[in-house]
């Protein structure tokens, strides 16, 4: 493993525990939404609101 995917992993773990672990999936799923010029946003908001309300 290189030094900087170890410091990555590091630097990420406080996210990714608890509640940020629960949300994780409603946020990576609005960032691929979010790819899509002028409809992105708008597909992506529903996604928002889950990981709002899981992680807030």
Not at 3 to 9: G, N
Not at 46 to 53: R, S
């Amino acid at each position: 493993m290189t030094a900087l995917l170890r410091a990555t992993l590091v630097a990420a773990l406080p996210l990714l525990s608890g509640c940020g672990l629960a949300a994780a999936p409603c946020r990576v799923g609005s960032a691929v939404l979010k790819i899509f010029p002028y409809v992105g946003h708008t597909a992506a908001a529903p996604t928002d609101a889950c990981a709002d309300a899981i992680d807030p």
